[in-house]
């Protein structure tokens, strides 16, 4: 039997490890990269594993979520880390640059790499057949210490693409497509890998905007080949030397198959508030629209954005609608206004901000209370735009720019418009300017903290038993934006945990810091999927700091899953779901024999003490992931194993 890409890359990068199921392995790290929001807690912790330089071949810290600049915090952050990639060696990109994966696509990504990224998005880097896997910024500063990643033996879906898309149905209808069947929790556990007929027809950043959205799914990453496709985007950016062909063998394995005829696929929307809540456009159209925002990781690409202009050229926004657009980087704002699109956006009236994640992530431009906002982004969680009562709808950049045009929602294949054809640049962009490379000679360069940069709280290891109160009882899904929500106000806040704790399980509840202080911390009860969505591991690190001690679900995503065993909070499964009924908020919790059920990852006993009865769950980590915990965390053990090594030394 032959061999997917995905193992191929596995394979090329192994450092130990087999491919047995539910073991794991542990892989070169080949580059990665961060992003401000979390990139502080990253360098925090790289800082703290006492290191000289980094093991990778590359590393990128970006600057695009965190700036407004509303006050001192954010620049505050941005010091620091400048400061750390410059202690590190490591390449700084500077606000206005624009959206860390859509740079790292057109400047560094490299066909066949492993990527780490500290945010959930990095698998962006799928579409030019990298590797690229998002977890949380311990393991990413510890790939940066070490060089290597270790992670759960991943399944293979194969996606096949056959058929073509539609003249109006675009990537992100395709991506929405997937997500629709998969759900948020159907590719939890795999890699998928598209192959097919039907890619040859896709563009690299086509790919991406797929890849992108395979987060949705919980996927650990997305890939496709890396083809003639790829070879032509990195001749376009001027990087041919970073082209290796690497595709599946014909017959490769793997454990899951789908086919998709791109050609069924017909213009989609995410209603509120999932992504996968998707439905064609012409089922939902009418809806009269308040707010248009074009751009993130997903839809940003200089394709995207000129498809966009060439829609709106010569015509008018309608007067109700605020057309917002957010460019994935600073060359693609300079192309297209060298080439005349972005004279035409603004005669037509959008909005131009700053080549940033922007709206995507809460920092301003919050619709209307009760507003309609289509947007071109991966997310609709309730209250991610910054306005609780609004409803986001996630489209495609044609149905955003059609809809801007008319006011409501808009099918562009029912529109009888023929669609744009976007010539690329034989070239593109690739100016420095927003780059600060780390000088040759690293000696006495300091870290700069100023006053927002706050300690993070340590874990303390495991005792043998613990004993709290169920705090609260939540439902299916609940994303990281629930557990430590994101926005304008509390961005600012990502290196000062004490600040952010105020604003735990804001959306759920808005007492939960009071809660856990009063009752010295406690116990969380999860749903099925518990902490999709961001890599944040501010939603790990805010509950160990009000006194968290275990989160028992039905089942967990993965990076948050990392998260929490990273900083030291037990994730227990339910191993019979249906016991999940059995608690309330507040009932008395007792776990006992902890060391002893981790050891031998064997089923756990949770005593509901109040209600007098006993459930078992199981720790469904792997033997380090135990010893992380064992240890209070990962930094502990980190620390533990240093000494280790130079006690044998
Ligand atoms: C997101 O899209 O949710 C974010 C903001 O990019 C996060 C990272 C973060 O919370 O800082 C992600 O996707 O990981
Ligand atoms: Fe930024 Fe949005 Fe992409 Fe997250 S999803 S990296 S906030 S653009």
Not at 208 to 229: C, L, Q, R, V
Not at 307 to 325: Q, Y
Not at 392 to 419: N, Q, R
Request: proline share 5%; hydrophobic share 35%; with cysteine.
């Amino acid at each position: 039997m032959g061999k997917s890409l995905t193992w191929k890359i596995i394979e090329k990068n192994m450092v130990s490890g087999s491919n047995e199921q539910e073991g794991e392995l542990t892989v070169k790290v080949n580059q990665t990269l961060t992003q401000d929001s979390t990139g502080t807690m990253v360098y925090l912790q790289l800082d703290a594993m006492d290191i000289q330089d980094i093991k990778t071949d590359l590393s990128v810290a970006y600057i695009d979520h965190n700036t407004l600049q509303t006050g001192f915090e954010n620049a505050d952050d941005h010091a620091f880390i400048k400061s750390a990639a410059a202690k590190y060696g490591i390449i700084y990109s500077k606000p206005g640059n624009g959206i860390c994966h859509q740079l790292h696509l057109e400047r560094f990504g490299k066909p066949g790499d492993i990527l780490l990224g500290s945010d959930s998005h990095t698998p962006t880097g799928g579409g030019l057949g990298m590797l690229a896997i998002g977890a949380g910024g311990l393991d990413v500063a510890a790939a940066m210490a070490q060089g290597t990643y270790t992670l759960k033996v991943p399944k293979v879906m194969n996606i096949e693409l056959a058929g073509k898309l539609r003249p109006w149905a675009s990537a992100k209808d395709a991506a929405l497509y997937v997500l629709r069947l998969l759900t948020v929790k159907g590719g939890v556990g795999y890699i998928i890998e598209y192959s097919g007929e039907g890619i040859r027809n896709l563009s690299v950043t086509d790919r991406a905007t797929i890849t992108n959205m395979g987060a949705e799914a919980g996927a650990t990453t997305s890939i496709f080949p890396s083809d003639e496709a790829v070879r032509d985007f990195l001749v376009r950016q001027g990087r041919e030397e970073d082209y290796t062909p690497f595709e599946a063998d014909a017959d490769a394995e793997y454990d899951k198959k789908l086919i998709i005829d791109l050609g069924k696929i017909r213009p989609m929307a995410a209603k509120p508030h999932s992504p996968d809540n998707a439905d064609e456009v012409r089922n939902i159209k009418g809806i009269k629209v308040d707010q248009v925002a074009i751009g993130s990781c997903t839809n940003s690409s200089y394709t995207d954005l000129m498809k966009a202009a060439a829609i709106l050229k010569g015509k008018r926004i309608h007067p109700d609608v605020s057309l917002v657009i957010a460019p994935g980087s600073s060359n693609i704002l300079k192309m297209m206004a060298d080439n005349g699109a972005l004279g035409d956006l603004l005669a037509s009236g959008a909005r131009i901000i700053e080549a940033a994640c922007g709206p995507c992530i809460g920092m301003g431009q919050a619709p209307r209370s009760g507003g309609i906002s289509l947007r071109t982004f991966n997310r609709n969680f309730k209250g991610r735009c910054g306005t609780d009562t609004a409803e986001v709808y996630l489209v495609s950049p044609e149905t955003a720019a059609f809809s801007a045009l008319t006011g409501y929602l808009t099918s562009p294949d029912e529109t009888g418009a023929e669609k744009p054809v976007v010539e690329l640049p034989e070239r593109f962009a690739a100016y420095d300017g927003y780059f600060v490379f780390p000088p040759e000679n690293r000696e006495g360069i300091e870290l700069v903290m100023g006053p927002n940069i706050k300690p993070f709280p340590v874990g303390r290891p495991l005792p043998q038993k613990l004993e709290c109160k169920l705090l609260l009882k939540v439902g299916d899904n609940i994303t990281t934006d629930d557990i430590m929500p994101s926005n304008a106000r509390l961005l600012p806040y990502r290196s000062n945990i004490p600040e952010l704790s105020k604003y735990c399980f804001g959306t759920i509840t808005k007492d939960f810091r009071d809660r856990a202080q009063k009752n010295g911390g406690g116990f969380i009860l999860g749903g099925e999927n518990y902490g999709q969505g961001s890599s944040r591991e501010h939603a790990a690190l805010v509950p160990l700091y009000l006194g968290v001690k275990a989160i028992i679900a039905k089942s967990f995503a993965r990076i948050h899953r990392d998260n929490l065993i990273n900083s030291g909070i037990l994730p227990l499964v339910l191993t019979d779901k249906g016991q999940y009924e059995l608690f309330d908020e507040y009932d008395e919790i007792e776990i006992d024999n902890i060391a002893e059920a981790l050891k031998s990852r064997n089923t756990i006993n949770v005593m509901n003490k109040t209600k007098g009865l006993e459930v078992l769950c199981r720790f469904e980590g792997s033997e380090t992931d135990a010893e992380i915990l064992r240890a209070g965390g990962y930094l502990n053990y980190i620390k533990r194993m240093k000494k280790g090594a130079e006690g044998n030394a």
